[in-house]
């Protein structure tokens, strides 16, 4: 890009060719008044405050329309262009209603007062604005939209349409009387999903929050404070209002890495929870079958006497922890020090291994690393994105926003591999349908598909896959069998549309591959991403910017937690246990002797909870996960759970699992806390506090240090989260560069390995992770499910999220607004099933498998499942969908089958 | 034919959103196009449903409130307004018993404005549906309704 020269006001300024002259000016603080230009949108040009005089150039103007070119000579601010942006905001102010309640930044106002129109006097035109009649529509759960306030600049629509590749907004009616809508003029009945995008951008009021509307205003002390989004693994910056010690707002930050301001509904309309009446605010004690309050020392102190005693008895072994992706890094590396250096063992372990473990053992073993590849801009200039089970709009909204960007604006081509339906279909060039749990087939044959139209990369295999052509040779003999008839046949994905796919895969400049939790949550989970990588290594489509593989994270800190070592089977930085190396330096760090810490693995989620049945743990201590609802094969769970001696639940809330505690401890909210996550693409983010906890309730690494110097073996001396950081970066070689001074403006992605290391954007540029250096090819065969559909099971069902709630729902559904867009549970049935089994619409159905049963369940016949299969959210905890999914895992990567359980439904 | 009918002859193709809104318009007996078929329309082009309502009250052709058999449209441009389009309009809302805007009792006649229908030789002007009618006075209108009410 050619760097020039231009001067505004006299003023020499560099710039790029071509860029836009008002962001230009904007950049060197020279302040053009504007309404409509927003630096995320296309200039609209309608406000036309942002004229400027060129020198040779007739007239006035808009500058957001303007192309900068060297010697560019240009008049910001004269008494002509003055006059004339007075003249335009007088004319603007006719139309509007002016009142100001002082809940939202009013950009039109503050321009009012510049140019001194909120003195009548100084005004030209009469105020005509109520008879013109405009409306309002007050019809949405999260926003309120008055015409009188808006000045058509388009902002609203634009970010809409461009930002969130939604297109929900457009405008009605013609000229002074037009106004924007949203639907068929309700906003309430269109396809609103409650992002507050718009909301973000309009510059004067005319579409606000409705949350707390009547007691927010910002003439009266907010305090704002940034910090980083609790729900899903994109890890949105927002910035918090707090007002009166309460989160009344939550705004995108703009221009940061990796939101640029954008929010989904969750994140924005999401934290009321924090201040919700149901907190936990005491330390419980379980006496007699009723939990009673307590103090924290009687608490803290049974905890540890508890914990010792069964060690005692039944040895080292004996006690596990399920720690949090909820919480921070540094809660959850206290936690994991806890379990390796008090508990005495490794067994701990947490969600991840529900979640994308497959994912990460597949890519562990062929890359060296489990974390995406790329950054989550990236998407945003690929020109193919495969997305395999991974319902993103509704699990990872603002990663999609890149996605549809790229498919909207510069056709990128979407390939979706999904046997259900989700609202990505809608931009994808190609959407392939396979049966549950056939992904394997499909993928080898598309790697055939590959071979055999020789688009395969051979300087890569030679070059960065371990023994090269040989490896390939063997994954071609393996493909052979798997052609497009073959293929079709096991799928019932057509021939065509999976040769199609794998050609443009192939042939992609910038491909990336986003697989989520209906590739890793299964049976062949980790084969699933072993094809996946197969078919990556041979095309070369990794270890550069925009080509690679990347898991988006269900969980804020999903990523974060594995990172710091909350695994059964690595340290911190992903080192294994069984290294001895590894396990002096920790030792020494640590101050301990290397012989205190266990060498051999630990147990993992699932194992934890069958040796708990069998007997092995007899002492438990959960923070943050409620595996009463989210584990599979939840009537297991539940006998294992209640043959446990003795378990600590630490939360925020009351959950489905705290019932079976027995001592409950009060632990603070995100915006309570401080510390740090890391997101899907490795990217480690402040946490910051912004309220007080409730009640006594105390941050979780606090309450974590407590138990471990009650039993006996204090953790550390820690006064700040920032002393707790800087000791994982000192055993975490990937964070090893990483300090708080460092992420105060913005995030910096792992690995940094040291102070002056910016941090990496893309991995596997020059080599691989693993010993050698080079990827690992692992040719795998289809293998039929055990379970499968039969006589008494004639239905396979398939279990996942939508975009209102959250996981268990624990926190999401303490939020009104978020219960308003959704709140009940459903099954998703095909027609043809419907009518097999004499089922009807909305119908309330009993959903029964090998497992256990749930009822009053209600249907939803649609087209969006495949005949023979069954779709449901598992989020509600009065339809407990894991009472029919099976603990039969993964055998690499421990991973349970969430997405396939054959079952039946009775009317 | 049904709405939906009427939809699936036109590809989903976003360029034919206007053709679909007036071969549904023309279809429906009361002159508008109804609630339903902005919905299926918005369905079968796969965009939202604000695309369709902002194009479709866009343009004065579209209606979205059931009107009469007849649309009389009266140009109100200001070649008609200068030869005293508004004395026809005032005579059409007496012969009507309507205001502008509005629909006759027995569902016959809308009464609307219009912008200049390109007439202007022959002024003042009126389109009822798709015929124009030049050089109005209150004969020629009397004439002319004659001939629609049969």
């Known amino acids: 890009m050619k760097q ?20 230009v000016a904007k950049d060197h603080d020279i302040a053009i008044p504007h309404l409509c230009y927003h630096k995320k949108l296309s200039p609209t040009g309608a406000c036309r405050l942002c004229i400027v005089k060129i020198e040779g150039q007739r007239g006035m103007v808009a500058s957001c329309a303007v192309h900068v070119s060297d010697g560019m000579k240009v008049t910001a601010f004269d008494e002509e262009l003055e006059e004339a942006r007075k003249y335009l905001l007088d004319y603007l102010l006719s139309e509007h209603n002016e009142e100001y309640d002082g809940t939202y930044h009013d950009e039109f106002r503050e321009l009012i007062y510049k140019y001194g129109l ?21 019809t949405s759960p999260v926003l309120a939209y008055d015409a009188a306030k808006c000045i058509r600049c388009f902002r609203c629509i634009k970010g809409c349409d461009e930002v969130q590749g939604k297109n929900v907004l457009s405008f009605t009616n013609r000229g002074i009387l037009s106004y924007i809508i949203g639907g068929f003029d309700k906003w309430g009945e269109s396809e609103c999903d409650g992002c507050g995008e718009c909301i973000q951008l309009c510059p004067t009021g005319a579409i606000v929050e409705k949350p707390h509307r009547e007691s927010i205003n910002i003439e009266n002390g907010i305090k704002k404070v940034r910090s980083t989004c609790p729900y899903c693994g994109v890890g949105c910056q927002l910035e918090l209002w707090v007002q009166d010690g309460k989160v009344v707002r939550s705004n995108g930050v703009e221009g940061v890495s990796p939101n640029d301001g954008r929010l989904c509904v969750k994140g924005r309309f999401g934290y009321d929870y924090v201040s919700h009446p149901d907190r936990l605010t005491t330390p419980l004690i379980k006496k007699d079958g009723k939990f009673a309050e307590a103090s924290w020392d009687e608490a803290l102190d049974l905890v540890a006497r508890k914990f010792g005693e069964i060690k005692e008895k039944y040895g080292r072994k004996s006690l596990a922890g399920y720690a949090s992706a909820k919480t921070t890094n540094e809660d959850n590396y206290l936690f994991m020090k806890l379990v390796r250096l008090v508990f005495g063992n490794n067994n701990v372990d947490y969600c991840t291994r529900l979640c994308h473990a497959s994912t990460v053992t597949a890519m562990l073993r062929s890359l060296g690393d489990g974390a995406g590849s790329n950054s989550i801009e990236d998407y945003e200039t690929s020109d193919c994105m495969l997305v395999t089970g991974n319902n993103m709009i509704e699990t990872h909204p603002v990663t999609a926003t890149f996605v549809k960007y790229a498919a909207q604006r510069h056709d990128a081509k979407i390939i979706i591999i999904d046997p259900k339906w989700t609202p990505l279909v809608k931009d994808a060039h190609i959407w392939l349908q396979p049966r549950l749990g056939s992904d394997v087939a499909l993928l080898n044959g598309m790697i055939r598909v590959i071979v055999k139209e020789d688009l395969i990369d051979r300087e890569f295999i030679e070059k960065r896959v371990e023994d090269g052509m040989e490896a390939y040779e063997a994954l071609k003999a393996l493909v052979e069998k798997y052609t497009p008839e073959y293929t079709e046949e096991i799928t019932g994905v057509p021939a065509e549309l999976m040769q199609e796919a794998a050609r443009i895969y192939a042939k992609a400049e910038r491909p990336l591959i986003a697989t989520g939790m209906g590739y890793s949550q299964q049976v062949t989970g980790t084969h699933n991403v072993f094809c996946l990588i197969n078919m990556m290594l041979i095309t070369g489509q990794i270890g550069r910017e925009g080509a690679g593989l990347n898991p988006p994270r269900g969980q804020n800190n999903v990523q974060g937690v594995s990172d710091v070592g909350a695994s059964p089977f690595t340290y911190p930085g992903y080192i294994s246990v069984e290294d001895e190396e590894n396990r002096r330096k920790v030792a020494k760090v640590w101050g301990v002797d290397p012989d205190e810490l266990d060498g051999e693995k630990g147990l993992s989620t699932v194992e934890i909870m069958q040796a708990a049945y069998d007997g092995g743990i007899r002492g438990m201590y959960i923070m943050g996960e409620n595996p009463m609802l989210t584990d599979p094969n939840l009537n297991h769970t539940e006998e294992a759970i209640k ?15 705290t019932p079976y505690a027995d001592v409950i401890l009060p632990a603070t909210a995100f915006a309570e806390s401080e510390g740090t996550y890391v997101n899907s693409d490795r990217r480690v983010l402040r946490v910051r506090k912004a309220v007080d906890p409730p009640g006594e309730s105390r941050q979780d690494w606090e309450i974590v240090a407590e138990i471990a110097r009650r039993m006996g073996k204090p953790l550390g001396n820690y006064r700040h989260e920032s002393d707790i950081w800087d000791e994982i970066a000192k055993t975490a070689p990937i964070f090893a560069g990483i300090s708080y001074d460092r992420l105060e403006q913005h995030g910096i992605q792992w690995p940094c390995p040291d102070k002056g290391h910016p941090g990496t954007a893309t991995l596997f540029e020059e080599r691989f992770n693993t010993p050698n250096g080079l ?19 004639p239905l396979i069902l398939n279990t996942g999220r939508i975009l209102y709630q959250y996981h268990s ?9 978020l219960t308003d867009f959704a709140n009940d549970a459903y099954v998703l049935v095909h027609p043809t099933d419907a009518s097999k089994f004499g089922i009807a619409d909305r119908q309330k159905v009993k959903i029964i498998s090998r497992r256990g049963e749930i009822e009053n369940i209600s249907v939803n016949v649609s087209e969006e499942v495949l005949p023979g299969e069954l779709f449901m959210p598992f989020h509600y905890s009065e339809a407990p969908v894991n009472r029919l999914t099976r603990d039969e895992l993964d055998p690499y990567s421990k991973i349970a089958p969430f997405k396939l359980s054959a079952v039946r439904i009775e009317a | 034919m049904s709405i939906k009918e009427i939809i699936k002859q036109f590809e989903p193709e976003q360029h034919n959103l206007l053709h679909i809104l007036h071969a549904l318009q023309d279809a429906n007996p009361a002159n508008y196009i109804t609630g339903e078929a902005l919905e299926e329309t918005a369905r079968h082009l796969g965009i939202t449903k604000s695309s369709v309502y902002g194009v479709a009250r866009y343009y004065t052709m579209f209606s979205l ?10 140009c109100a441009s200001p070649v008609c307004e200068l030869l005293r389009a508004n004395e026809i309009i005032a005579l059409l809302e007496e012969e009507l018993k309507v205001k502008t805007g509005e629909t006759t009792a027995d569902g016959m006649f809308t009464l609307e404005l219009s912008e200049c229908l390109g007439q202007c030789q022959e002024a003042p002007s009126m389109m009822i549906n798709d015929k124009v009618y030049n050089s109005l006075d209150r004969g020629r209108i009397r004439e002319v309704l004659k001939s629609y009410r049969g």
């Open chain 1, 4 to 23: 020039i020269t231009i001067t505004i006001d006299n003023q020499k300024i560099n710039a790029t060719e071509g860029a836009n002259l008002l962001q």
């Open chain 1, 118 to 138: 909120n003195n009548k006097e100084n005004r030209r035109f009469p105020s005509i604005w109520k008879e013109l009649g405009y409306p309002a529509d007050e």
């Open chain 1, 643 to 657: 043959k446990l001696e003795f378990l600590v639940v630490q939360d925020i809330f009351h959950t489905e699992t």
């Open chain 1, 775 to 793: 990827g690992k090819l692992h040719p795998v065969d289809y293998a039929e499910q055990s379970e499968r559909a039969s006589e008494e099971y």
């Open chain 1, 809 to 817: 729902s624990t926190m999401s559904r303490r939020n009104k607004a």
């Open chain 2, 65 to 74: 409130e059931p009107r009469g058999k007849y649309i009389i449209r009266v």
